[in-house]
Nanobody, 124 residues
Framework: EVRLSESGGGSVQAGGSLRLSCTAS????????MAWFRQAPGKEREGAAG??????????YYADSVKGRFTISQDNAMNTVYLQMNNLKPEDTAMYYC???????????????WGQGTQVTVSS
């Protein structure tokens, strides 16, 4: 599987919620850690949330800008990772990409597979 199956983007008002979904093959899902990146027009792509190993344990990573509002979760039986986004702000507007990466730092250099991206637009 070279393309992750991604969905859930859309347009919402500020304060609203969306849930993104990404499904991978069993092999990919069991081999790599899953994460969500995002890129706004004119800005660098950044890691928003992801699973990683810190201090030898499994610890979810969140960018400071989304802490307390976004939650990453996964359903192992369905090989699916989710990003629940609550209290959305206009600055959350971006293309969101699912990614399968080596289970270290949530960074582009560690990404093995990218999703096609799903647009999230938050209006005032």
């Amino acid at each position: 599987e070279v393309r992750l199956s991604e969905s859930g983007g859309g347009s919402v008002q500020a304060g609203g919620s969306l849930r993104l979904s990404c499904t991978a093959s069993k092999f990919v899902f069991s081999t790599y850690c899953m994460a969500w990146f995002r890129q706004a027009p004119g800005k660098e792509r950044e890691g928003a949330a992801g699973f990683s190993f810190i201090g030898g344990g499994d610890v979810p990573y969140y960018a400071d800008s989304v802490k307390g509002r976004f939650t990453i979760s996964q359903d192992n039986a369905m090989n699916t990772v989710y990003l629940q986004m609550n209290n959305l702000k206009p600055e959350d507007t971006a293309m969101y990409y699912c990614a399968a990466l080596f289970c270290g730092t949530v960074a582009e250099r560690n990404v093995k597979l990218w999703g096609q991206g799903t647009q999230v637009t938050v209006s005032s």
